[in-house]
């Protein structure tokens, strides 16, 4: 009787069972364990970019820590960025701590540190810029673009958890919206400003749709794609004369300036941004330089900007 594929590749002699040869049935591993495909496509990506500085094609019995540090010298003398190399050596110990739990090998790799970097924001100029509320005339694709933007400043959400809001997930009379679909995979329920509420009632009655139907969509109604929303907000932005584009951006403004002009503290931004544990919290904390105490109307990056002078017109 045939054996099943990973116990044969047990069976197999280990000294000619070549690094690469593993690769296949630890992404098949990843995707049982229920990790994101998002995230499986990052570690494929990884993966492949370290047999370009690895030999991948030598048993995987005979890689030793020497042959790591080798390779990670290696991608220095060609210029990889320091935080490159930390995302592909992240990737490579996560897949060689598989290895080892699969009793393939025993090998342990140190960890290569992440640089801290100043994280590219958002000026005030530029959100002033994209706050400013469009004309009552204006095409459904542009105010829906402007309602996004709000969003993103008020919970600091990634692309993906935008684009997975339902109709349903909104609770307008207790100022909550539920993310059901987070990169950890837990369900968030967070608050909603008082600013955003009041607009997100005038566009879900021009959005409408059933409860199941995806809040932020198309025009034709359908889900965005990762692509689609990332054109609209960057034709949005720079109608609007902002060149900076990106989404994730609005997730570093939202923290840096719920620390610093808001005077948010670090635990309540750890469940905000979703973070599994305070270490990456931290680290916003750290590159912002943040003096941590303060309580959500107070707080809300987007109740700051638009000041009780400047409220948008309800």
Avoid at 55 to 65: E, G, I, N
Avoid at 106 to 135: G, M, R, V
Avoid at 185 to 191: D, M, N, S, T
Avoid at 278 to 306: Q, W
């Amino acid at each position: 009787m045939r054996r099943p594929a990973n116990q044969r590749i047990k069976m197999q002699n280990k000294s000619d069972t070549a690094i690469v040869n593993f690769f296949p049935q630890y992404l098949t591993s990843c995707s049982a364990r229920g990790f994101s495909q998002s995230t499986i496509n990052t570690y494929k990506t990884h993966l492949n970019c370290m047999a370009n500085y690895l030999d991948t094609s030598m048993p995987l019995s005979s890689l030793s820590k020497s042959d790591v540090e080798t390779a990670i010298d290696f991608m220095r003398e060609k210029g990889l960025a320091h935080n490159s190399i930390a995302s592909y050596m992240r990737s490579f110990r996560a897949f060689i701590s598989w290895c080892n739990e699969e009793n393939y090998c025993n090998l342990t790799i140190p960890s290569f540190a992440q640089q801290e970097t100043t994280k590219d924001t958002y000026s005030d100029e530029e959100l002033k810029a994209l706050l400013k509320k469009p004309d009552s005339n204006c095409s459904f694709p542009e105010f829906r673009n402007w309602i996004i933007i709000l969003f993103l400043l008020n919970c600091g959400c990634r692309s993906a958890t935008i684009r997975n809001i339902k109709n349903k997930d909104i609770d307008l009379e207790s100022k909550q919206v539920i993310f059901r679909h987070t990169k950890n995979k837990k369900i968030q329920v967070l608050p909603l400003s008082s600013t955003l509420v009041t607009n997100l009632k005038k566009y879900i009655g021009i959005r409408q749709g059933e409860p199941d139907d995806y809040l932020f969509c198309t025009e034709t109604g359908e889900q965005f794609s990762k692509d689609g929303l990332s054109t609209a907000i960057e034709r949005y932005n720079k109608s609007r004369g902002v060149n900076k584009t990106s989404i994730h951006m609005f997730r570093h403004t939202f923290a840096k300036k719920y620390l610093i002009d808001c005077g948010g503290n670090a635990l309540t931004l750890q469940k905000l941004l979703g973070h599994s544990t305070l270490e990456m919290t931290k680290h916003y904390c750290n590159i912002f330089d943040a003096d941590i105490a303060k309580g959500y109307d107070s707080v809300s990056p987007l109740e700051r900007m638009v000041s009780k002078a400047e409220k948008i017109k309800k």
